[in-house]
């Protein structure tokens, strides 16, 4: 069964890095000396499923890269609700967009991109039962809505004091417990902190 996780980069006190965030550059120019990519490249490999919002997704389009998920499955997740007929006309127009954009973006195919518009909760419980690799889940939107899907997640904190209040993790969601699967501490002073879900305990009844 595919797992589904996350893996989030920020400053100690919580705010994102971000490619397409103006303000990276405490991140990008943080001391690196050896180089880390803080598993980052491990954690890539390992997934061959992407769920992303659309406002993630738009800005990856408007970066000027190739396409950062080549042989990989990416669904993109509709933001707002839509009635019926218009569910049918995002999807058309969406995907004329995303031909003409993908003729402009090297590395990126309009086979694997994928649009959900509805219950992505579902779609995501029958991908897990498929083979394969695990289920990446990218945006703050799509870790909040399906943060009880989520078995895995990485979190990378950088020794920077931003002093933003964007907090690391969406709010409202739902009680859970993790534990600590593995921790790793890079020279830089940089860590990454590795959690697994703990698995539900089946209440006793004494009826």
């Known amino acids: ?8 980069i920020a400053s100690i006190d919580g705010y994102i890095a971000c490619p397409w965030d103006d303000d990276n550059k405490w991140f990008v120019e943080f001391s690196n000396p050896s180089k880390n990519d803080y598993g980052y490249n491990v954690f890539f490999d390992s997934a061959d499923t ?5 406002l993630v997704y738009n800005e990856i389009l408007n970066l000027d890269v190739i396409w950062p998920y080549q042989n990989k499955i990416t669904y993109v997740i509709s933001r707002f609700e839509r009635k ?14 995303t031909v003409y954009r ?14 959900v518009t509805d219950d992505i909760a579902e779609t995501v419980s029958q991908l897990k039962l498929q083979t394969g690799k695990d ?4 945006g703050g939107e799509v870790i909040a809505q399906l943060f009880d899907h989520a078995n895995e997640m990485q979190l990378v904190y950088i020794p920077v004091i931003h ?24 020279d830089n002073g940089t860590i990454r902190l590795t959690y697994q879900r703990k ?6 009844c004494f009826c």
Do not use: H
């Open 50 to 54: 992407i769920i992303m919002d659309e």
């Open 135 to 138: 289920i990446w889940l990218i």
């Open 199 to 204: 698995k539900k305990k089946k209440s006793l």
């Open 84 to 97: 019926s007929e218009e569910k049918i006309r995002f999807i058309f127009d969406d995907i004329a967009e």
């Open 1 to 8: 069964m595919k797992k589904v996780k996350f893996f989030i």
């Open 163 to 186: 002093g933003n209040d964007k907090p690391l993790l969406p709010k409202n969601l739902s009680f859970s417990q993790w534990t600590l699967s593995e921790n790793n501490v890079y």
């Open 102 to 115: 993908l003729k402009q973006q090297p590395g990126k195919s309009e086979d694997n991109i994928r649009f």
